[in-house]
């Protein structure tokens, strides 16, 4: 994949960033300016997982979002289509095989999840539902996974709210964050991808909608960074 091609074709966009997953998280912490931070905080807030229950963590990349989900007694698992993405968390957590300082890093489709019906209590899924090939099939998958009455947050770039500010986003979005990429000595192809995948991605009200579609129940969202990216919320009917 030598520039950003929508149609998410799963073999080339796992490749892309099995050969990004050296810098992944660095350089996210730059292109973000620190923000990504935040969001991880806000999501496991959102999920708010208690002691026993069990979260699938997917496209958890390298696993640097996982553990947020343990520390109140929760049991997480991380998925990802990425093997260069998991190999590189395993060893970050400190672990060997699949398993990183007690995190278990599963490879995992998402539009085929290797994974029992009603298992979980909490499925998340953080900038990563744009990678997926057909996002409803993505989403009913997950809903199958889910026990009754479980939940489901979603972390994902969105559309800008405040207007003045949209057009500064855009032209960062567009021409610097490939650039600044590349300065960090990752992948800028896969930059250049995310930034046309976020401006192609549906607004808030939108996937609110496609996540209903798919079957789940009392759908909201919250905008953070003045709506740089939103997280929706939903749950499997009981």
Known sequence: MTRAQLDKQPDEVAA?????????DLVNDVVSLGQVRLWRKAVAAAVDAG???LVLDLGAGTGTSTDAFTTLGARAIAS???????????????????????????????????????VFDAVTI???LRNVHDTERALREMLRVTRPGGRLVILEFSHVTFGA???????????????????????????????????????????ARTIQDAGWERVAWRNLSMGIVAMHR???PA
């Open 126 to 128: 953080s900038v990563a």
């Open 165 to 207: 500010f949209d057009l500064v986003y855009r032209e960062y979005l567009m021409r610097l964050l490939p650039k600044v990429a590349k300065v960090f000595g990752s992948n800028d192809d896969s930059y250049e991808y995310l930034a046309e995948s976020i401006r192609d991605w549906p607004d808030q009200r939108a996937l």
């Open 16 to 24: 892309m960033f099995d050969r990004t997953a050296r810098r992944y």
């Open 51 to 53: 002691p026993g229950e």
């Open 80 to 118: 990802d289509f990425s093997l260069g993405m998991l190999r590189t968390g395993v060893r970050r957590h400190g672990g060997n095989g699949l398993t990183g300082g007690g995190v278990p890093f599963v490879a995992g489709d998402a539009l085929r999840l290797p994974f029992a019906d009603g």
């Open 234 to 236: 939903g749950f499997k």
